[in-house]
C-alpha cells in the first residue's frame, strides 16, 4: 500500500472537514476541466468526465455491507517477510534486501523474477476461505488484482506476467470470484497498478558499495522490461504522483483495467490513490459504471469505485477510500476504511490487531457512515495462520449477537461522543494514533425506530448514563419505549430521566468486546 507523505495528505486528503464546508469550490477546481479524449468504454449513461460522473449513486447493496474482508496476497507473499518486498529487495541496506541476499542470493542474479515460481499456493482453497469470511459477518469480498509489483493476478490479456501463466498457474481472481458468487458476497478487486512505473525504479540499479557494487540488478535486463518497466528515464526516488510517467503507460493501463473490469466484472473495483492519469481513468470509472449498468438491463448502477482523494467522493464520482484510518466526522456520503490486522503483504513477523482493535474499529466506522474493509493477508500457501483463524472467530461471534446494530444502519445525529471522540491529526494512516475506546465511549447507529447505543467496555458498576437521551437534551429522539441489550435475554432495568437514558446493566457482559442496546423509539 501507499506510504503517503505528510505533503501528500495535504494536498490529496486536505481533509475531512475544510473539505466537507465548501463543496462548491470543489466543484469549481476539478469538474470544469475539458478533454478531446475518446477511450474505448461501454456505452451508458456515463462519460469519461468529471461533470458526467457527479450523477453517480452510492447503491444500496454498499451502503447497508459494512463490513468486508480482503485478501491481500500475491508473488511478494512468498517471502512471508512483508510489505513492498518486489521494491525494497532492490534498495541495498533495507531488511527485505539483506533478507533476500541471505535467503535467495544477490539480486543481481536472483531477482523479483525468480520469486515468482517460488509462489506456490498449493494450499489455497477460494472456497474455504470465503466461506469462512461469510460467517465472520462479512457483505463482500476483495481479492487482489494486480499490485505494484506489475504482476496480475488472472488471466491477463495484455500481461504474460500473471498467475495463470506463473507462479501459481491459478486464475486467482476467477476462483475467488466464483466462490464469493457461491457464498452470496459482493465481489470486489483492488488495482495498484498505475504507481508501478516508478515504484518499480529500484529494480533497475545496483549496489552502491560492498563486493557487489555497480553490478546491476535484474530489471536493467531489457528482456525483463515488461515486468520491470524500461524506466530508464525516471529517477530512482519514488515521488508518488504522475510526473514522469509517459502516455503509453498510461494507455497500457487503461488496457489492463479493462480487461480486468471485462473478464471478472467487479462490485466494487478498489484503487489504491487518486482516480489515476485524469482522462484515462476517468475512462475506467465511466467503463465500470457503463459496463455494471448493461448487466442490470439499463435500470441502475450498482458498481463501485473507491479513491483516495476526498475531492473525489465529495463531487459525487466515487466512494472515498481511507487507508488505515477514520474520518473525524460522519461523512456525507458512504465511504471505507481499509486496513490490515498486520502488514498488508505476508509477514511472519507480524503483530496483529486484537479481537477488540477490531472491533472497536468497525463500530467507530459505521457510526460516522463507513464501511470497514479488512485484510487477512495470505502467507505463500494460501491459508490462513492459526492466529488469523482466532481472530476470524472472534469477529463470528462477536457478530452473531451484535451485527443487527451493524448491517443495514445509518448514522444518527452524531456519531458518538466520550473522551476518544476527538479529532484526529490527518485521516488516512492515523489508526495507530487513536486512542483505545473504553466504557465511556459510546457509538451509535440506527435502524428504523431503533437507535442502536454502542458502549466499547463494560462500566464498572454496571450502569451506563446516556446524557444524548435524556428527555430534556437538545439530542434528544423522543421517548423511548423499550430498551434491550443485544445478547441478553433477560429484561433490563433504565429509565430515560431529563438528563440522561439511565440503564442498569447485568453483572457480567455478553461479549468481552463492545456490547449494544436496542433502544426502541415511540
Known sequence: MQP????????????????????????????????????????????????????????????????????????????????????????????????????????????????????????????????????????????????????????????????????????????????????????????????????????????????????????????????????????????????????????????????????????????????????????????????????????EVTAVYTSKRPEDSLVGTCVLDVERGVVDTIWPRPWQTDTCIGHWHYDVRAKYKTPKMIIDMLVDIVSRNGNLMLNFPLPNSGMLDDRELAILEAITAWMQVNGEAIYDTRPWKIFGYGPNSQPVKGNSFNERNRPALTAEDIRFTTKGKSLYVFFMGWPENQQLHIAPLGREHELSPGRIAHVRLLGYDAQITWIQQPDALVVQLPSSAPSELANALEVKLS
Request: glycine letters at 6%; charged letters at 20%.
Open 4 to 299: 503517503i507523505s505528510r505533503r501528500t495528505l495535504l494536498k490529496w486528503m486536505a481533509a475531512g472537514i475544510p473539505a466537507m464546508a465548501a463543496p462548491h469550490l470543489l466543484r469549481a477546481n476539478i469538474l470544469n476541466r475539458k478533454t478531446n479524449f475518446s477511450p474505448d468504454i461501454a456505452p451508458g449513461p456515463f462519460q469519461p468526465t468529471r461533470e458526467s460522473l457527479q450523477q453517480y449513486e452510492v447503491p444500496e447493496w454498499f451502503r447497508n455491507a459494512k463490513f468486508g474482508i480482503w485478501a491481500h496476497w500475491g508473488p511478494q507473499s512468498a517471502p512471508e517477510y512483508g510489505d513492498w518486498y518486489a521494491r525494497n529487495m532492490y534498495i541495498q541496506g533495507s531488511d527485505q534486501y539483506q533478507y533476500h541476499v541471505k535467503t535467495y542470493g544477490h539480486p543481481s542474479r536472483f531477482g523479483f523474477k525468480d520469486i515468482i515460481p517460488t509462489w506456490k499456493a498449493d494450499r489455497f482453497d477460494a472456497d474455504y476461505l470465503v466461506g469462512l469470511y461469510k460467517k465472520a459477518g462479512a457483505r463482500y469480498f476483495m481479492s487482489m488484482g494486480v499490485h505494484h509489483d506489475n504482476f496480475d493476478l488472472w488471466h491477463s490479456t495484455y500481461n504474460r506476467w500473471n498467475a495463470v501463466q506463473m507462479g501459481p498457474r491459478k486464475d486467482i481472481v476467477g476462483l475467488f470470484r466464483q466462490a464469493a458468487l457461491k457464498h452470496d458476497l459482493k465481489f470486489a478487486v483492488s488495482d495498484h497498478l498505475w504507481i508501478s512505473y516508478k515504484w518499480f525504479s529500484t529494480s533497475h540499479g545496483s549496489d552502491l558499495s560492498g563486493p557487489e557494487a555497480g553490478l546491476p540488478y535484474d530489471g536493467q535486463n531489457p528482456e525483463y522490461w515488461d515486468l520491470y518497466h524500461d524506466i530508464s528515464s525516471v529517477h530512482t526516488h519514488l515521488s508518488w504522483d504522475e510526473t514522469g510517467i509517459p502516455e503509453s503507460w498510461k494507455a497500457h493501463w487503461f488496457k489492463r483495467i479493462k480487461d480486468l473490469i471485462d473478464q471478472y466484472q467487479p462490485d466494487l473495483l478498489y484503487c489504491d490513490g487518486p482516480i489515476p492519469f485524469e482522462d484515462w481513468g476517468l475512462a475506467i470509472v465511466a467503463h465500470l459504471y457503463n459496463s455494471n449498468f448493461q448487466r442490470n438491463d439499463s435500470r
